[in-house]
């Protein structure tokens, strides 16, 4: 089965500032990478996804993450966050077969809470 | 294009009684997958529905069950509420069972139970 870890819960950075939220995964077979952004009150949005090829993907928002797959990561980062970007921000795995399809069960991590202070 | 939609918003039940959420798919989507977010918690997965039939199955116990129809709108079911049930109950679509490499997420339905 596998898991995500999401190693910061909060994360609070100044407007304009870089920003890493940082994932990691175990999974004994190869899968495929998300991030997500949750607003107070609203579902889920997706940010960006790994799926195959380059291993930097670039998401909404200005939003990119990396794949590591030596490291089993998938950090994501925003070179200047804005206000805006407050929000709860969620990594997730799902299977991926050897033929390039998935189950579709997303595993999450406990999520990461971006706090942008002006 | 119309997303994905959920009724209720918020719903207040008590402790034995049961409940049903519904969910509309987006448009040309045929498979549902529906999740339950704890408060401080990650989504966790409670099963999928892919045209009609279950398609997968997380470890909740058999009084969460649910029902996909023809136009693909999903039903979840919850019998015999427990205070752990609490939660923003999220119901997400995608375009096919076997290459849903994303899911489109609707606004959830909160429900409490007292």
């Known amino acids: 089965a596998q898991s995500v870890t ?61 794949f590591n797959k030596s490291q089993t990561s998938f950090h994501l980062r925003k070179p200047s966050v804005h206000i805006s970007d407050t929000a709860e921000y969620f990594c997730a795995v799902t299977l991926a077969n050897a033929g390039g399809t998935s189950y579709g069960k997303l595993t999450f991590g406990q999520g990461t809470i971006l706090t942008v202070h002006p | 294009e119309t997303g994905v939609t959920q009724s209720p918003t918020h719903l207040i039940k008590t402790r034995g009684q049961q409940v049903t959420l519904r969910c509309s798919s987006q448009s040309g989507h045929n498979t549902v997958s529906w999740y339950q977010q704890a408060l401080g918690q990650g989504p966790q997965f409670i099963f999928q529905y892919y045209r009609e039939e279950e398609n997968g199955r997380g470890n909740f116990p058999p009084r969460f069950s649910g029902l996909q129809f023809p136009n693909y709108s999903s039903e979840l079911n919850v019998n015999a509420l427990e205070l752990d049930d609490s939660a923003l109950y999220l119901c997400a679509s995608s375009p096919s069972g076997r290459r849903n490499n994303e899911q489109f997420f609707g606004p959830g339905t909160r429900l409490t139970v007292l």
């Open chain 1, 6 to 66: 999401q190693l910061d819960s909060q994360v609070p950075v100044f407007e304009e500032a870089p920003v890493e939220l940082r994932c990691n995964y175990s999974s004994s077979v190869s899968v495929y990478l998300f991030w997500y952004v949750q607003y107070p009150n609203q579902g889920l949005q997706l940010l960006l996804k790994y799926l195959s090829g380059s291993t930097l993907v670039k998401g909404i928002n200005g939003f990119e993450a990396e």
